[in-house]
C-alpha cells in the first residue's frame, strides 16, 4: 500500500523549468515501478515517464530530452525535472506506482492527487 503526494507545480514561462516531486508513504517503495502522468484541459491522462527501482527509465516521445525522472528509494521520492518547458505541457501531472503484478496487467495501482504546471507565452 503506498499513499502518493507531489509538489512543485506551478506556474512557468515557455523555455523555462520546473522541478515536480513526489513522495511516498508506505511500505516497500522500492518495489514498485514510479511514473508520472499528466492531463491537460479537455484531454485524456497520457503518460509522461517511468522508472524501475533500479531506475531503469521510458520516457514519452513527447518529453523525451526535455524530461527526466529520477527516484531515490532511501527517500521514497520520485522526482520530475522539467526543461524547456513549452505551452502544450501544461497540465495536472501526477504521480502513480505499480507493483511489477499490476504493471504487467496494464494497470498503475496508486495515484496522487495532483500538482498543476501552468506553462505561458
Known amino acids: 500500500q503506498l499513499e502518493l503526494s507531489e509538489s512543485g507545480g506551478g506556474l512557468v514561462q515557455a523555455g523555462g523549468s520546473l522541478r515536480l516531486s513526489c513522495a511516498a508513504l508506505?511500505?516497500?517503495?522500492?518495489?514498485?515501478?514510479m511514473a508520472w502522468f499528466r492531463q491537460a484541459p479537455g484531454k485524456e491522462r497520457e503518460f509522461v515517464a517511468a522508472?524501475?527501482?533500479?531506475?531503469?527509465?521510458t520516457y514519452a516521445d513527447s518529453v523525451k530530452g526535455r524530461f527526466t525522472i529520477s527516484r531515490d528509494n532511501a527517500k521514497n521520492t520520485v522526482e520530475l525535472q522539467m526543461n524547456s518547458l513549452k505551452p502544450e505541457d501544461t497540465a495536472v501531472y501526477f504521480c502513480?506506482?505499480?507493483?511489477?503484478?499490476?504493471?504487467?496487467?496494464?494497470?498503475?495501482?496508486?495515484w496522487g492527487q495532483g500538482t498543476q504546471v501552468t506553462v505561458s507565452s
Open positions: 502513480a506506482a505499480a507493483t511489477y503484478h499490476s504493471y504487467r496487467l496494464g494497470r498503475y495501482e496508486y
Open positions: 508506505g511500505n516497500s517503495f522500492s518495489s514498485y515501478i
Open positions: 522508472a524501475t527501482s533500479g531506475s531503469s527509465t
